[in-house]
């Protein structure tokens, strides 16, 4: 079974960036549960604070909320790092992954929802992008609360929207690493440097290029060891 991946970014430039992260960034605000980043460790939201060059007083109780979110996690994914680490590491990736490169408003997302119609065809799915990290041991715990909070369309398009739609992986990596523009949304103040580093990949060195690969391949392996969603 191959995977469709969507990376309706990958071809965009700087410019465009305002309009849209305006709609992104009132999706994420919908519910202070629903932030994208709310499932990740501890570890990892530091170091997007860190990076990001800190919250802003306003934001501060609303950033500690959803870090404590993501403390209701660390056994979920702790569970599934100690079950899947030798399933990842062992597991092979027979079919390569379809990739959807276009600009913001092209009919990426339609043609994603489309293709992944197919039985043979599989994708990430919001519930994986979100939770990358536990949501095969803990999706079915998980997924009830995302889709309570959830809206049923996207604001920015009125598209169906729900755990089981095809999503960005980009979220997965951004939630898994550093090594994802993604952050740029809740830190704008880096969004242009992020944006070269992690979209144009200026300045990133060999050793980061490969560690985001590796991302990549885990996100890859964690969807195609997933049931599909119906």
Not at 61 to 71: D, I, P, R, T, Y
Not at 106 to 133: I, R, Y
Request: glycine share 6%.
């Amino acid at each position: 079974m191959a995977l469709v991946a969507k990376s309706a970014i990958r071809l965009s430039y700087w410019a465009g960036f305002a309009e849209e992260g305006e709609r992104i960034i009132h999706l994420m605000n919908l519910q202070n549960l629903l932030h994208p980043a709310s499932p990740v460790s501890m570890r990892h939201w530091l170091r997007m604070f860190r990076n990001g060059g800190g919250v802003d007083p306003g934001y501060r109780g609303k950033a500690a909320f959803v870090l404590a979110v993501g403390l209701l996690t660390v056994h979920l994914r702790r569970l599934e790092k100690l079950v899947y680490c030798r399933k990842l590491r062992d597991l092979e990736i027979r079919h390569p992954p379809i990739f959807i490169l276009g600009h913001w408003r092209t009919g990426t997302t339609f043609l994603h929802n489309l293709l992944t119609q197919d039985p043979n065809l599989a994708c990430v799915s919001t519930l994986q992008a979100f939770a990358p990290e536990c949501f095969l041991c803990g999706g079915h715990v998980i997924e009830p609360i995302m889709s309570r909070l959830m809206p049923r369309t996207r604001p920015m398009d009125n598209v169906p929207f729900g755990t089981a739609v095809p999503q960005e992986e980009e979220f997965a990596i951004c939630n898994m690493s550093p090594y994802s523009f993604y952050p740029g949304w809740y830190f704008p103040r880096k969004m242009p440097e992020l944006f070269r580093k992690y979209v144009l990949f200026e300045g990133l060195s060999t050793e980061e290029l490969a560690e985001w690969a590796e991302v990549y391949r885990k996100v890859i392996k964690k969807a195609t060891l997933a049931p599909k969603q119906a």
